[in-house]
C-alpha cells in the first residue's frame, strides 16, 4: 500500500482510554478554552514541512469533537495530496473541488462516516489551481453554509512552506493548529511556517508536537487521570 494511502491510525476508535487519545483529548479542551469570548468553530490543520502528521492529528481531532457531542465537518482542503477519504474509506469521486467548481451542490460531497456526528467533505478530482479555488469567494460561500449545518468544521491543508493554500485558507478560519514532527522538522523550519502564518494574521491555537520521545517517568502524568 502506498504512503498516500496508508490510513493514518484514530486511536480515539481504536484505543480510546491510551494516553495518546488522552492528548487529542486534551488538544480539543485546551482549543476550547484558547477563546473565552469567540467561538471557534472552524479550525485549519497544518505543518511546516510534509508527513509531519497533519492528516493523523486532524481526524483525532475530529473524533474527539465529534465524541463530545459536537455535529463536525471534516474538509480535506489538502487539494494536493488528499488523505481524508482514504482515512474514512470514502470515494473522492465528488468533494471540495466539486463544489467549489459548481459541478455539485454541498450535500451531494458531504459523506457519512462510521463515527456518529462526524462527517467528511473529500477534496474532490485534484484541480490544476488548489489555491485560486480555495482563495474564491465559493469556497468562503461554502463554509458560510457549514457553519449553518456544523458546529465544528476542521480543514486539512498542505504544509505551509510548500505552497500558499494553507496561509489562504486560515484567513477564512477561526483558528490554525500547527503540527511539528519533532524528531523530523528542524527549528527554523518550523519558526519560518510560524512567521508565514503570522504574516497573514492567522491565529495560531496551538502547537501539537508530533513523534515526541518521552522519558519513562513521565508516561506516568499521562496516565494520570484516564484511569477510570
Ligand atoms: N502520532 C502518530 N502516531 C503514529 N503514526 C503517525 C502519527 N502521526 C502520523 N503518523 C503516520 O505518519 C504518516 C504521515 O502522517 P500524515 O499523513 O498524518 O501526515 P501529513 O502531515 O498529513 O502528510 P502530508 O504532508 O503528506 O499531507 C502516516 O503514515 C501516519 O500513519
Ligand atoms: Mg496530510
Redesign the pocket.
Known amino acids: 500500500m502506498s504512503?498516500l494511502t496508508?490510513k493514518?491510525?484514530i486511536v480515539l476508535m481504536s484505543n480510546p482510554k491510551s494516553p495518546v487519545a488522552e492528548a487529542y483529548r486534551s488538544l480539543r479542551t485546551n482549543i476550547d478554552f484558547s477563546s473565552i469570548d469567540e467561538e471557534i468553530r472552524v479550525i485549519m490543520v497544518t505543518?511546516a514541512g510534509?508527513?509531519?502528521?497533519?492528516?493523523?492529528t486532524l481526524a483525532n481531532l475530529a473524533v474527539s469533537y465529534a465524541q463530545s457531542d459536537k455535529k463536525v465537518v471534516i474538509i480535506d482542503g489538502?487539494m494536493r495530496?488528499p488523505?481524508c477519504h482514504h482515512t474514512f474509506d470514502l470515494s473522492n469521486r465528488v468533494g471540495l473541488s466539486s463544489i467549489i467548481t459548481g459541478q455539485n451542490d454541498c450535500q451531494d460531497a458531504i459523506k457519512e462516516t462510521e463515527v456518529q456526528n462526524l462527517y467528511v467533505i473529500p477534496s474532490g478530482p485534484i484541480p490544476p489551481n488548489p489555491s485560486e479555488l480555495l482563495g474564491s469567494k465559493r469556497m468562503t460561500d461554502v463554509l458560510t453554509k457549514l457553519k449553518t449545518m456544523f458546529d465544528i468544521i476542521i480543514i486539512d491543508t498542505p504544509?505551509v512552506l510548500a505552497v500558499t493554500d494553507a496561509q489562504i485558507i486560515s484567513s477564512k478560519c477561526d483558528g490554525v493548529v500547527l503540527?511539528i514532527n519533532s524528531g523530523k522538522v528542524k527549528r527554523e523550519m518550523a519558526m519560518k511556517a510560524k512567521a508565514n502564518l503570522d504574516h497573514v494574521r492567522a491565529r495560531i491555537l496551538g502547537v501539537v508536537l508530533?513523534n515526541v520521545k518521552r522519558k519513562k517517568e513521565e508516561m506516568y502524568y499521562y496516565y494520570y487521570g484516564s484511569k477510570e
Open positions: 504512503r496508508n493514518r491510525p505543518s510534509p508527513e509531519e502528521g497533519k492528516s493523523t489538502d495530496r488523505t504544509p503540527v508530533n
